[in-house]
């Protein structure tokens, strides 16, 4: 059923406003970008705005489940198309670092920008990376370690991320990531008696 124009108006509008604020808020940082600078870049009224979001608290926890979805989205269609194995991971890295819009993670920003983490913030961001270290461990080789090793795979995912961003470039974050996955990904040494 097709609605009637001024029925799609709204929605329209609400990812106007949402896009709009994706673009700035990951660019130039959640406390830099006040709603008066949302709504003038989405051409929208203060009106339409707060009919679609009732604070910038809202609008914050939106754009994050958005780009939550979007970028889990793009994460797991990168590791399928490099081979879905463990060299996928750090293949999926550098298209993502190499990008140039990369700003590091969003989620890992906003809970740095928020006073206390902000505890709703921090509950989004926590699940983000739950998501992000499951579908790390589905590449990995079938293991009594998988779980651990996607966990740290993770981890150093997070770190590299960071390194790349205050760097500016990828080549460190890169060879780190490279590194950690090797090891972590080397057959354990057997513990028999020495000599």
């Known amino acids: 059923m097709t609605l009637p124009a001024a029925d799609?108006?709204?929605?329209?509008?609400?990812?106007?406003?949402?896009?709009?604020?994706?673009?700035?808020?990951?660019?130039?940082?959640?406390?830099?970008?006040?709603?008066d600078r949302v709504i003038?870049?989405?051409r929208v009224t203060k009106v339409t705005f707060y009919r679609?979001?009732?604070?910038?608290?809202?609008?914050i926890r939106e754009f994050l489940e958005d780009r939550?979805?979007?970028?889990?989205s793009w994460f797991r269609d990168a590791l399928t198309r490099y081979g879905a194995r463990p060299s996928a991971i750090l293949a999926a890295f550098q298209e993502w670092v190499r990008k140039p819009e990369f700003r590091g993670c969003a989620f890992i920003?906003?809970?740095?920008?928020?006073?206390?983490?902000?505890?709703r913030i921090a509950a989004i961001a926590r699940a983000h990376k739950d998501e992000m270290r499951l579908a790390i461990e589905q590449v990995l080789p079938q293991s009594p370690r998988r779980a651990k090793i996607?966990?740290?795979l993770s981890l150093a995912f997070d770190g590299a991320i960071v390194r790349a961003q205050m760097d500016g470039t990828e080549e460190h974050a890169v060879a780190g990531l490279k590194e950690v996955t090797r090891a972590l990904l080397q057959p354990a040494a057997p513990h028999g008696p020495k000599g």
């Open 8 to 35: 799609r108006t709204p929605s329209a509008a609400r990812n106007r406003i949402l896009r709009t604020a994706h673009d700035l808020f990951y660019r130039d940082g959640i406390r830099a970008t006040g709603i």
């Open 40 to 42: 003038a870049e989405a």
């Open 52 to 59: 679609h979001f009732r604070s910038k608290d809202e609008l």
């Open 68 to 72: 939550h979805q979007r970028w889990m």
């Open 109 to 119: 920003n906003a809970v740095a920008e928020m006073p206390n983490g902000g505890s």
């Open 150 to 152: 996607a966990s740290s």
